[in-house]
């Protein structure tokens, strides 16, 4: 089974920063998409980044340039630098993993979750 622990959200002015951490742990060293989505309330689950196992990130438009995804292995962490906040950005987040032989990483098909983290922007 794949576990997910999110933590690192909170409450921050605009223009603030944080950095949000997932712990992952169940899995194997293979071809992987790992995830960061975001659900405001009221609306839908929405992808924010990818990445996977060589690197190779992607990102919503909305977040691109003020998001960064990245990953430690040693550490099966997984994170996401949200610099800039805005006031849409406030959300919880999630983190989450597939297995997958795309050649690239999208948001589809995840079906492991974390617990959140939540970030709110004022």
């Known amino acids: 089974h794949v576990q997910l622990v999110e933590s690192g959200g909170g409450s921050v002015r605009a223009g603030g920063s944080l950095r949000l951490s997932c712990a992952a742990s169940?899995?194997?060293?293979?071809?992987?998409?790992m995830g960061w989505f975001r659900q405001a309330p009221g609306k839908q689950r929405e992808g924010v980044a990818t990445?996977?196992?060589?690197?190779?990130?992607t990102y919503a438009d909305s977040v691109k340039g003020r998001f960064t995804i990245s990953k430690d292995n040693a550490k099966r962490t997984l994170y996401l630098q949200l610099d800039n906040l805005k006031s849409a950005d406030t959300a919880m987040y999630y983190c989450?993993?597939?297995?997958?032989?795309?050649?690239?990483?999208?948001?589809?098909?995840?079906?492991?979750w974390g617990q959140g983290t939540q970030v709110t922007v004022s």
């Open positions: 990445i996977d196992r060589d690197g190779t990130t």
């Open positions: 169940g899995y194997t060293y293979s071809s992987y998409c």
């Open positions: 989450s993993i597939k297995f997958t032989l795309r050649p690239a990483c999208d948001y589809e098909r995840y079906t492991n």
